[in-house]
């Protein structure tokens, strides 16, 4: 793993590796960094392509979950997701099955927590 590649850790995390060391550091978005040890790395690559995997999600509502990832004759590559053909220049967001599993148990989580919830007046 190298400074630049990009990295998927085992909880789901996708970014882009800025420091290696004991602990690397990768960058998910410009806002949030994370320590990670070499361990908890699941792959790395200098392409996005390749730490992405089928059951992930694309571009928000509108890239859906990724169904596959194909290589043309011609060596080109693309995401085929549930609304269309995405290549790799044309992703702009990414949430790993794993996160989204995460966010949606997360969610019912918080519906349960208010249905249950008894409101003090």
């Known amino acids: 793993m190298e400074i630049g590649d990009y990295a998927r850790t085992k ?3 996708i970014g882009k590796v800025v420091h290696t060391g004991y602990y690397s550091i990768i960058q998910i ?3 949030l960094s994370i320590n990670v ?3 908890d ?3 790395s690559n200098k392409d996005l392509f390749n730490v992405l995997f089928p059951g992930d999600y694309i571009n928000g509502k509108e ?3 990724i169904k596959e990832k194909v290589t043309d004759k011609f060596g080109r590559y693309f995401l085929v997701g549930h609304t269309g053909i995405y290549f790799p220049e044309n992703v702009t ?3 790993t099955a794993e996160k989204y599993a995460k966010l949606k148990e997360l969610k019912q989580a918080a519906k349960e927590f208010e249905r249950n919830s008894i409101y003090i007046l």
């Open 29 to 31: 978005n410009e806002e």
């Open 41 to 43: 790395i699941l792959i």
């Open 63 to 65: 890239g859906g979950r």
């Open 93 to 95: 967001q990414v949430i």
């Open 37 to 39: 040890l070499e361990e």
């Open 11 to 13: 909880k789901g995390d």
